[in-house]
């Protein structure tokens, strides 16, 4: 028995992994000009990124692959490589701009939410643009020269400005990981408050899925800020067990992106492409409800659904030759159901019936009893 | 005569999902809205009500209908939802879309068999009833079936059930051909075949 069936890997999410993780390989190592630019220091982080590159384009893979994911995946590339690629890349970049930087949906579901959500997302978004290019030694700095007050920006292994040790610039630009740390943290504090507060958060959230991952976001954080500490405020004291217990927490979040919650990062544009859909689908028209014949549904999503039922073997779900069940409005499957349960009660509905034989008082309701 | 055996209420916190269960019987439906007000009360949708109170034929009768959430053993609204957002626990409870992964497509809301889903678009997220959760786990009764004054919605233990209603429930519901079952019970005097849904025989106006 092979390695992938004995752990159940997919041939497709398989080849699509190596592939992905193949290609950012091929730029790390174009980007710091052939290992030239790498921090040696940061090596662990590298091979920790690969790895977690190769579980997260596996899980996505496989994610596209379900048949309802892959219905809105080739629309979406359909689009883009249509004549409407143009309308559709402007139309999906003001909804990043709103959904995926401001993510104002959130503050429409909960003020406190978005504010732990967007500290959150924000010191992550920041931590990993800085942290990123420094891993893969796409940036890298040293000192200008001989002078050791100056410090040379190097990007892409070409130089990039300088800047005195003492200035400003240094202080930001040294300090970035401390104002992304301090985000995350003031962040996943209110999401833990939050949640305590949430009577219905608090019945539905699981460990591994809700709180493990702001556990450890505040790890790595918490971490990455006594760093700082260790060099600003005792000389360096510890730095060595500090580095490494920071790099553990970091291989840790990288290595758990395919699995828990935080996969959600690379699913949510996801969203951007079902906008594009429903608006391609405004523009077709609604379909009327068999039943009362009130438009309700997109007519490229019956299209769709009807064939997302047959992959699914739910193609059954019709009724004589004519009707299928997704061309019934929500209301109406509603009142079909209690419709028929009324039939079978032998019409109970109409007040003007015979009360039938079974029918029984209403239970008292303290005691529940007819 | 048989003797008359008083039935003692349970405590709340003696409610679990093995031992009781949620019976439904539109046709006890008085449309007084009081499942509507206090589902809006429910910790995991709150100020939304999740339950839908429908008029049957309001030209010919007052008749309601409440519906709820029927909890299928293998729902469909999981299967069509492209973010895997929509999950069963194992105590059969079909929870709304987890927050993180829903991105507001509608398949679900389009795709439920009984309906019931609500897809809100500026939250980009659906929600719908999970049992009142909140309540359910910590062994309380869901909100709707706690003020339910004819009893409509009844959530009541499974074994008790026979005695207290002469219609006994179905959990088995066939949408066209397609075998639905379900956690939820419907209240119909003979469980034993499942609940035909024909949209056809709507259409027509046979029902």
Same mark, same amino acid.
């Given at each position: 028995?092979?390695?992938? %069936?004995?752990?159940? #890997?997919?041939?497709?999410?398989?080849?699509?992994?190596?592939?992905?993780?193949?290609?950012?390989?091929?730029?790390?190592?174009?980007?710091?000009?052939?290992?030239?630019?790498?921090?040696?220091?940061?090596?662990?982080?590298?091979?920790?990124?690969?790895?977690?590159? $190769?579980?997260?384009?596996?899980?996505?893979?496989?994610?596209?692959?379900?048949?309802?994911?892959?219905?809105? $995946?080739?629309?979406?590339?359909?689009?883009?490589?249509?004549?409407?690629?143009?309308?559709?890349?402007?139309?999906?970049?003001?909804?990043?701009?709103?959904?995926?930087?401001?993510?104002?949906?959130?503050?429409?579901? &909960?003020?406190?939410?978005?504010?732990?959500?967007?500290?959150?997302?924000?010191?992550?978004?920041?931590?990993?643009?800085?942290?990123?290019?420094?891993? $893969?030694?796409?940036?890298?700095?040293?000192?200008?020269?001989?002078?050791?007050?100056?410090?040379?920006?190097? $990007?892409?292994?070409?130089?990039?400005?300088?800047?005195?040790?003492? %200035?400003?610039?240094?202080?930001?630009?040294?300090?970035?990981?401390?104002?992304?740390?301090?985000?995350?943290?003031?962040?996943?504090?209110?999401?833990?408050?939050?949640?305590?507060?949430?009577? !219905?958060?608090?019945?539905?959230?699981?460990?591994?899925?809700?709180?493990?991952?702001?556990?450890?976001?505040?790890?790595?954080?918490?971490?990455?800020?006594?760093?700082?500490?260790?060099? &600003?405020?005792?000389?360096?004291?510890?730095?060595?067990?500090?580095?490494?217990? /920071?790099?553990?927490?970091?291989? #840790?979040?990288?290595?758990?992106?395919?699995?828990? =919650?935080?996969? /959600?990062?690379?699913?949510?544009?996801?969203?951007?492409?079902?906008?594009?859909?429903?608006?391609?689908?405004?523009?077709?028209?609604?379909?009327?409800?068999?039943?009362?014949?009130?438009?309700?549904?997109?007519?490229?999503?019956?299209?769709?659904?009807?064939?997302?039922?047959?992959?699914?073997?739910?193609?059954?779900?019709?009724?004589?030759?004519?009707?299928?069940?997704?061309?019934?409005?929500?209301?109406?499957?509603?009142?079909?159901?209690?419709?028929?349960?009324? =039939?079978?009660?032998?019409?109970?509905?109409?007040?003007?019936?015979?009360?039938?034989?079974?029918?029984?008082?209403?239970?008292?309701?303290?005691?529940?009893?007819? | 005569?048989?003797?008359?055996?008083?039935?003692?209420?349970?405590?709340?916190?003696?409610?679990?999902?093995?031992?009781?269960?949620?019976?439904?019987?539109?046709?006890?439906?008085?449309?007084?809205?009081?499942?509507?007000?206090?589902?809006?009360?429910?910790?995991?949708?709150?100020?939304?009500?999740?339950?839908?109170?429908?008029?049957?034929?309001? #030209? /010919?009768?007052?008749?309601?209908?409440?519906?709820?959430?029927?909890?299928?053993?293998?729902?469909?609204?999981?299967?069509?939802?492209?973010?895997?957002?929509? =999950?069963? &626990?194992?105590?059969?409870?079909? /929870?709304? %879309?987890?927050?993180?992964?829903?991105?507001?497509?509608?398949?679900?809301?389009?795709?439920?068999?009984?309906?019931?889903?609500?897809?809100?678009?500026?939250?980009?997220?659906?929600?719908?009833?999970?049992?009142?959760?909140?309540?359910?786990?910590?062994? #309380?009764?869901?909100?709707?079936?706690?003020?339910?004054?004819?009893?409509?919605?009844?959530?009541?233990?499974?074994?008790?059930?026979?005695?207290?209603?002469?219609?006994?429930?179905?959990?088995?519901?066939?949408?066209?051909?397609?075998?639905?079952?379900?956690?939820?019970?419907?209240?119909?005097?003979?469980?034993?075949?499942?609940?035909?849904?024909?949209?056809?025989?709507?259409?027509? !106006?046979?029902?």
């Amino acid at each position: 028995m092979s390695l992938s %069936s004995r752990l159940d #890997l997919e041939t497709r999410p398989l080849v699509g992994a190596a592939l992905t993780t193949l290609a950012l390989a091929g730029l790390v190592f174009l980007g710091n000009r052939g290992g030239r630019g790498l921090d040696p220091a940061l090596l662990g982080y590298l091979v920790a990124c690969l790895f977690a590159c $190769f579980g997260v384009a596996y899980r996505y893979w496989a994610w596209t692959g379900r048949p309802a994911t892959r219905m809105y $995946f080739r629309h979406t590339l359909r689009t883009l490589a249509s004549r409407k690629a143009l309308g559709a890349l402007a139309r999906m970049a003001l909804l990043g701009l709103d959904q995926l930087l401001l993510q104002r949906f959130i503050g429409k579901r &909960s003020l406190k939410r978005w504010g732990a959500h967007a500290l959150i997302a924000w010191g992550c978004l920041l931590a990993f643009a800085v942290t990123l290019p420094l891993v $893969f030694g796409w940036v890298r700095f040293t000192s200008a020269g001989l002078d050791p007050n100056r410090y040379q920006a190097w $990007f892409f292994g070409f130089p990039a400005g300088s800047f005195p040790l003492d %200035s400003p610039i240094a202080f930001i630009t040294f300090h970035m990981l401390d104002w992304a740390a301090l985000m995350v943290v003031a962040g996943c504090t209110l999401a833990f408050v939050r949640r305590r507060q949430d009577e !219905g958060d608090s019945a539905t959230q699981r460990f591994d899925f809700d709180l493990a991952p702001l556990l450890l976001l505040i790890a790595v954080s918490v971490t990455g800020l006594l760093l700082t500490v260790s060099v &600003s405020f005792l000389q360096g004291r510890n730095y060595g067990t500090l580095a490494f217990v /920071h790099e553990l927490t970091v291989i #840790l979040l990288l290595l758990s992106l395919p699995f828990g =919650k935080l996969f /959600h990062v690379v699913q949510r544009p996801a969203q951007l492409g079902v906008a594009i859909y429903k608006a391609e689908g405004e523009a077709e028209g609604r379909v009327p409800c068999r039943s009362c014949g009130e438009p309700f549904i997109r007519a490229n999503q019956l299209r769709d659904l009807k064939a997302l039922y047959g992959a699914l073997d739910l193609g059954a779900a019709v009724h004589g030759p004519r009707t299928h069940h997704l061309e019934l409005c929500p209301r109406c499957k509603r009142r079909l159901l209690a419709k028929a349960q009324w =039939k079978r009660m032998g019409g109970a509905f109409d007040p003007f019936a015979d009360l039938p034989e079974w029918a029984e008082p209403i239970a008292d309701p303290q005691t529940l009893r007819s | 005569m048989a003797e008359i055996v008083p039935f003692v209420p349970p405590t709340p916190a003696l409610t679990n999902f093995d031992e009781w269960g949620f019976f439904i019987d539109p046709n006890r439906c008085i449309g007084c809205r009081s499942c509507v007000a206090a589902c809006a009360e429910c910790g995991t949708h709150k100020g939304r009500p999740m339950i839908h109170l429908d008029e049957m034929d309001r #030209l /010919h009768s007052p008749q309601t209908a409440p519906t709820v959430c029927m909890h299928c053993e293998d729902p469909i609204c999981a299967q069509v939802c492209p973010a895997d957002a929509i =999950k069963r &626990s194992e105590d059969g409870v079909v /929870h709304a %879309s987890q927050k993180p992964r829903c991105i507001g497509c509608q398949n679900c809301e389009l795709s439920c068999p009984f309906g019931v889903p609500i897809v809100f678009s500026g939250l980009e997220q659906m929600l719908k009833c999970d049992l009142c959760y909140d309540r359910t786990s910590e062994g #309380l009764r869901p909100m709707c079936a706690t003020v339910c004054p004819s009893q409509a919605l009844l959530y009541a233990p499974k074994a008790e059930i026979s005695r207290m209603r002469a219609a006994q429930p179905v959990r088995e519901f066939m949408v066209g051909g397609l075998s639905v079952k379900t956690k939820n019970a419907l209240m119909v005097p003979d469980p034993e075949a499942p609940l035909f849904l024909d949209a056809a025989l709507l259409i027509e !106006g046979e029902l």
